[in-house]
């Protein structure tokens, strides 16, 4: 019970809790000496991007990109048995059969997803035994009610530079990720882990890759990891923005060869996807105009992961020589895999007349709005894989009609969605879809969330049916013999 004598106590832990600082993670300014000239296809050398790490030699022309959905803990055991089972599956090579895992170039992934894509990114082998108990089987639930509910973590109550969710920030980074910053992943190699935040004031993905902190001037290397998972997973309501400091400035007008090749018609074209991710752009390289990128849960904008992925092949596939430029022009197979860990629609709810009470209808709404978007976004993404398959395609057969010994113009791509309603085990299927959206599981659901990642890649025909396509290719035609006279 609150009375006059216990008031000077609540206020002292108040302002003790308000006394605990630390140090905000924020954006470092690209030094000159790793800005590229003004005319250079990227703003920066170096730094963590696609483009600067090392492609596998048994795979040279297989490009592999996972996205990994959001959904909480139930997306992060779900995607988590996904890794265990291309740990397992096999892909042929002329250098013999390698694991699929080992020839990942690129995760992408939102919000549950990010956990189980850095956790892997950073610790690589490691992952398969220190990943369930250092996140997937820990009560996170706790922490979060920490935050609310103990004085000594009440600092971004007094303090308008601190919120929740860099104390959250710290929880992670203490539990999962040591200290380590991007330049640890830049080290790692592929694949590379495309961390998936939602930008508030434009409500577009935004990507933690060198790319996209190129339109920053921000090095990206510095940034500890748990910002990033901390800024993916920041659900709306519960966790506050991550916030981070705009440094344009810093790099004096530079903008990226892929921006400078959209058209102005593009730019004005209210249905064109390039244009408006040219304007997006635009509004990052204008410090002025944003002087802070305050960045929110991944699933606002994209709960599947994809739209990054979509959004570099978007330029891929629109700007003349990009697929060249990049080192494009050696690809001749693309595999997506999709792996979403949300629960399902519930069908159920149209044969009730109670749907219940507010925080029911809450997610039956979110889910439904979800789901448009995730459809949306699958359409989106097939059209832009099949623009960069023919840039792809043209810039190999500009080369000549053959490319590694096979021909120019045998270049193919697939997207594959692995979900729930993939399980051919009914009574796990149904248990899965009742799993909520939060950071505690049971392990009862937690093993039986990466039983079912693990099944479905793993039982997946379309997977099966890729790899087993995959090699060998086919060989390019023979040379046209010259005509000779009187013929």
């Given amino acids: 019970m609150f009375t006059a004598r216990r008031a000077p106590f609540l206020l002292l832990l108040l302002l003790l809790g308000g006394c605990v600082s630390f140090v905000v993670p924020d954006t470092t300014a690209l030094a000159p000496a790793q800005l590229n000239?003004?005319?250079?296809?990227?703003?920066?050398?170096?730094?963590?991007?696609?483009?600067?790490?090392?492609?596998?030699?048994?795979?040279?022309?297989?490009?592999?990109?996972?996205?990994?959905?959001?959904?909480?803990?139930?997306?992060?055991?779900f995607a988590y048995g996904a890794l265990e089972a291309m740990r397992e599956?096999?892909?042929?090579?002329?250098?013999?059969?390698?694991?699929?895992?080992?020839q990942v170039d690129a995760i992408s992934a939102i919000s549950g997803g990010s956990f189980t894509a850095a956790y892997y990114g950073l610790h690589r082998e490691a992952t398969f035994t220190r990943f369930e108990p250092d996140f997937l089987r820990r009560n996170t639930n706790a922490n979060v009610w920490g935050i609310y509910l103990l004085p000594w973590n009440w600092g971004w109550l007094l303090n308008p530079d601190v919120g929740t969710n860099d104390y959250m920030a710290q929880?992670?980074?203490?539990?999962?990720?040591?200290?380590?910053?991007?330049?640890?992943?830049?080290r790692n190699g592929r694949p590379l882990i495309g961390i998936g935040a939602t930008e508030i004031s434009t409500g577009t993905p935004f990507l933690f890759t060198q790319e996209v902190f190129?339109?920053?001037?921000?090095?990206?290397?510095?940034?500890?990891?748990?910002?990033?998972?901390?800024?993916?997973?920041?659900?709306?309501?519960?966790?506050s923005p991550i916030t981070l400091t705009n440094r344009a400035t810093a790099c004096a007008g530079r903008s990226p060869g892929w921006l400078r090749a959209v058209s102005e018609q593009d730019r004005q074209n209210p249905v064109s996807r390039l244009g408006a991710q040219a304007n997006v752009a635009a509004r990052y390289l204008d410090a002025d105009s944003m002087r802070y990128v305050h960045l929110t849960d991944g699933g606002v904008a994209d709960n599947l992961g994809m739209r990054g992925v979509g959004a570099a092949m978007e330029g891929f596939g629109r700007i003349p020589r990009a697929p060249g430029e990049y080192g494009l022009a050696r690809i001749r197979r693309i595999l997506i895999l999709s792996v979403d860990g949300q629960a399902g629609r519930d069908d159920e709810v149209s044969q009730r007349r109670a749907v219940g009470g507010l925080f029911s209808v809450i997610g039956l709404v979110s889910g439904a709005q979800i789901g448009?978007?995730?459809?949306?976004?699958?359409?989106?993404?097939?059209?832009?894989?099949?623009?960069?398959?023919?840039?792809?395609?043209?810039?190999?057969?500009?080369?000549?009609?053959?490319i590694d010994g096979t021909a120019c113009d045998d270049v193919d791509g697939t997207i594959i969605r692995l979900g729930f309603d993939d399980d051919t085990n009914p009574d796990r299927r149904a248990r899965l879809m009742?799993?909520?959206?939060?950071?505690?599981?049971?392990?009862?659901?937690?093993?039986?969330?990466?039983?079912?990642?693990?099944?479905?890649?793993?039982?997946?025909?379309?997977?099966r049916q890729f790899l087993a396509d995959y090699y060998p290719p086919r060989p390019a035609p023979p040379p046209r013999r010259a005509r000779t006279a009187g013929r």
Avoid: W
Avoid at 40 to 59: A, E, F, K, M
Avoid at 173 to 180: E, H, I, L
């Fill in 37 to 77: 000239p003004p005319d250079s296809p990227t703003i920066s050398q170096g730094g963590y991007r696609l483009g600067n790490l090392d492609t596998s030699d048994d795979t040279p022309d297989l490009l592999v990109l996972v996205a990994f959905s959001g959904g909480g803990k139930r997306s992060s055991a």
């Fill in 89 to 102: 599956m096999q892909v042929p090579t002329a250098q013999g059969p390698r694991r699929l895992l080992d």
């Fill in 171 to 186: 929880v992670y980074d203490r539990t999962m990720f040591q200290g380590a910053d991007f330049a640890a992943l830049k």
């Fill in 214 to 239: 190129d339109l920053l001037c921000a090095d990206l290397d510095q940034l500890p990891i748990a910002s990033a998972v901390a800024a993916s997973a920041a659900f709306p309501g519960l966790f």
């Fill in 372 to 402: 448009r978007l995730n459809f949306d976004t699958m359409i989106a993404v097939d059209g832009q894989l099949h623009a960069m398959l023919d840039a792809i395609r043209t810039a190999r057969c500009e080369r000549g009609p053959s």
């Fill in 434 to 463: 009742r799993v909520p959206t939060t950071l505690t599981l049971t392990d009862a659901d937690t093993d039986a969330l990466i039983a079912a990642g693990h099944d479905v890649l793993t039982n997946s025909p379309r997977v």
